[in-house]
C-alpha cells in the first residue's frame, strides 16, 4: 500500500483517484509501471484502463486540506480511517510512506511511537505486527524539480519494494 498526503486540488480531489491527473503522478505511475506494478506507465483519468497490480494507493488525509497543507486536526479526524485501511492488509503487507506527514500517520494508525521510526528517505522499519514501512520523499513538483527526490531516487526504493515482495513465498 502507497500512502499519500492529501488529494491534490488538480489531481485526485478532481478525477477521484488518487495522483491521477496531477504532477505527482507523473513520477509515481511511471515507476511502478516499470517495476510491474501498473499496465500503463500514466494516469489521466479514472477510465484511462490503469489497473495496479498487487498495490494499491491511499492518502494520509482524505480531504483537500487549504494550500494543499493538511493540518494537524485533519490527519488525526482522518486516522481511523487510514487505520481501517492498513488493518485490511495482510500480516506482511508492506506499506510505503511517501513523505513524513504520511510516515507520521501510519505509525499512528498502527500505535507506533514516532521517535523509535524516525522518517528518512529509503529507510525501512518493522513494524509491530509483521508489516514493513517504506520511506520515500513525497514525488512532488517540489521535490522533483529542487533534486531533493531524483527519479532513480525513487526508482530504488520502488526496486527494493518489488524485491521484498517478489522474494516472499506465498
Known sequence: ???????????????GRPF??????????????NHGLANIPEAVSRDDGLK????????????????????PDE???????????????PPRAVIL?????????????????????????ALEHQLPGGRMLYDSYHCSRYNT????????MFDAVIRNIARRVNSRTV
Not at 500500500?1 to 478525477?15: D, T
Open 20 to 33: 491521477t491527473g496531477d504532477y505527482a503522478g507523473i513520477l509515481l505511475y511511471k515507476t511502478l509501471y
Open 52 to 71: 495496479l497490480k498487487g498495490c494499491r494507493i491511499t492518502n494520509a488525509v482524505k480531504c483537500l486540506p487549504p494550500q494543499n497543507k493538511p493540518l
Open 1 to 15: 500500500m502507497i500512502v499519500g498526503l492529501a488529494p491534490g486540488m488538480h489531481g485526485a480531489n478532481r478525477s
Open 97 to 121: 510512506a511517501l513523505g513524513g506527514i504520511a510516515h507520521t500517520a501510519v505509525l499512528q494508525a498502527v500505535d507506533a511511537r514516532k521517535k523509535d521510526f524516525p522518517f528518512g528517505h
Open 145 to 152: 524539480n529542487t533534486r531533493r527526490l531524483t527519479p532513480e
Open 75 to 89: 490527519i488525526n479526524r482522518c486516522n481511523d480511517y487510514l487505520r481501517d485501511e492498513i488493518a485490511g492488509l
